[in-house]
């Protein structure tokens, strides 16, 4: 696998062929996701979760994020890597303009924040800056207090209708891919279907471009997960075994199946 760049999602996706995303913290975990095939690592904020032993991931701070960022990247890997923004870290242009730095200034390739329609201004700001992004729609967990719990959005018509403007609006603000997190399978098709830049999907069905699992998650280390999760060290008796498992599977469209989609 050579480097892989925004440019080979896009391709991928305009071929049809799916591409996987890991989360990865550090520069073992790096290494071994890259040398297994996966396109993508997310430096996710979910380590507020998996490593800090938070109950979501608020207390993450940019601190946080850009030290983890810099233990992945150290690693070389060939995957893109993408770092997520954390809680209250771009509130205003200004503040996502000094914390993209800190995650570009760690080695990340693209920033991920959470939030659609209210982040125009701030994707356009970046983009043009040259900081790409990532935009996270859906069950956003930064937001787990106003949603009252980690729950499927999207469900009604008004909820899916204002996912797909977001995904819309985000896009022609210059976001270059979209993460969309446990929404009906049918919305996520619908949005990737509408979209020319690739969505990376989570609990979203078969259908996005690609495919997203918390490492921890994946590799049956968690201890209460989600109905989309697989646990792929099932025979398998190494970690990269898991690993690989899970890039086979998304590659040759074995996960994610009915029984882990949400209606
Ligand atoms: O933080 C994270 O790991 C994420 C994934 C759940 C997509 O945002």
Redesign the pocket.
Known sequence: MGKITISTLDKMKASGEKFVCI?AYDATFSRIISEVGAEAI?V????GMVLQGHDS?IPVTISDMAYHTQCVCRAEPKSLVIA?LPFMSYTTTQQAMESATQLMQAGAHMV?MEGGTWLSDTISSLVERGIPVCA?LGLT?QSVNTFGGFKVQGRTPKEAKSILADAVEIQDAGASLV?L?CVPSHLAADITRKLDIPV?G?GAGRDTDGQ?L?MHDLLGLSQHTARFVQNFMEDQSSIAGGLRAFVDAVKAGRYPQEEHTYN
């Open positions: 989360t997310l996710g904020d979910s380590l991931t997520d991920k996270h967990p993460v997190e990376i989570i997203v918390v």
